[in-house]
């Protein structure tokens, strides 16, 4: 893993309403090529944190930098931004919009002026990576909920980021489903992309993570190497069990 | 209606052009609306039912959707059969009112069943372009005239949202279900009133959520159509003209 940083917070603040802090007071480095993981109780900031990485949100204060340079929130900088940084939400349904797969998958390249056969090829390749090539001219709801996962990750993925942030992308699959998530993302981990995921899921978490940040009320409580994070003895204070692996460890 | 859409997607005809099926649909849904003759109507609906079982469509899913749309004929109908004078008139049969007189006079049966007739072969026009055609398809050959695009955006994002507030409606339903809400009749209708309630607000948070998401991915306010490349058979669009030509011709024999 390259110790260069791709994305770095100094001090970022955020509050969606006077006197609530959303984000409060954010550092941390994100390595170029690393695998990391946010962890936190359920209104942590997580997914905020994740909208301001993909320049949806702007910090109140503090700030954001993409390969040392401080983000660009004018339009043109917001452009460059997102086919830097892709953004998978949470909730397949809110981000596949469009009838059917393959439509849906080369909205981004078309957004970024490619021709429309262009903008094909690269949706085929991307649903081609994340195994969802057979179905391209499937509606979309007719997919299952780990099928409609990997075409919002193909979506994001047909703009070439160098970042891949996905919110809670393990919540509600099944074993097959995490099977072939884990093929994607392994995938995509040998081509260099950084991954950025929030979870709940410990056991995966511990099994895929290089590193692991822990938000809880808007901060970053705890950041590091993640299995050194996740194995401490003082996990229930900060909000998250510990792994399965770990706990069978300590029995035996 | 699902499984016409299901269908629309998944049927024996959909390699076929969009200009030979929209020809043969709107064609016959034409000719439904504008002949007056018996036999171009019956032929127009038994050949259209014909092909769409030749689609791919169930006999029963065939009957369960005109299960669906009868009743509203039927209502339609019932205007149309039913003749009220204050007055007296020849019918068939008729009953005295407070009002007047309510009947069935001949005339009015014959323009119901004319009528009857033209609805379902219209109607069957609509099925088969609907079950053979997905709508995506038919948007994005709309939206090559630049002036209808804006709607037809409107139009495929409401399409797609229809399935994500179905599937919804169907988790409230179950959840309400689970805990007695419609265990009586005042239940039930306090569950629906709460069910819609919901549905509306859950609609607003995924137009939002939409939104958020689809500047992600540097939405410009223009979705992208992409018109399915099939080519036109010339053969099989000049047998769809005559045979449409043909029963045009029957209607005036």
Known sequence: MSSTSVITLKN????????????????????????????GPNGAGKSTLFLHLNAILRPTSGQLLYEGSPYDYSRAGTHQLRRQVGLVFQDHDSQLF?????????????????????????????????????????PVHFLSPGQKKRVAIAGVLAMNPDVLVMDEPTAGLDYTGMVNFELVLTALHATGKTLIVSTHDMDWAWKWADLAFVMAEGRIVLGGEARGILARDDHASYGFARPCAVERRIKE | MLYLDYLSHHNAFRHWSLLEKTLLGIGGLILSVSMGSTVSLILIFSGMSALLFAAGMPTRQWFRLWGAMLPFLAVSLMTVIFSFSRGSFTAIWQISTFFGQLGVTAAGLEMAGRLFLRAIAALSCLFFLAGTTPVAHMAAWGARVRVLRPVLEIALLTYRFIFVVLETAAQIYTAQQSRLGYSTLRRSMRSIRVLAANLGRKSF??????????????YEEQLVFRYPQITVNAKRLLVIFVSLTAIGLSGHI
């Open chain 1, 12 to 39: 970022a603040s955020f509050g969606y309403r006077a006197g609530r802090l959303a984000l409060q007071d954010i550092s941390l480095e994100i390595p170029r090529g690393s695998r990391v993981a946010f962890i």
């Open chain 1, 98 to 138: 469009a009838a059917n797969v393959l439509d849906d998958v080369l909205f981004g390249p078309m957004n970024m002026g490619m021709s429309l056969a262009r903008a094909e090829e690269t949706a085929r390749e991307s649903l081609s990576t994340v195994g969802m090539l057979e179905l391209a001219d499937e």
């Open chain 2, 205 to 218: 948070l995924t137009a939002r959520a939409l939104f958020i998401s689809l500047s992600a991915r540097n």
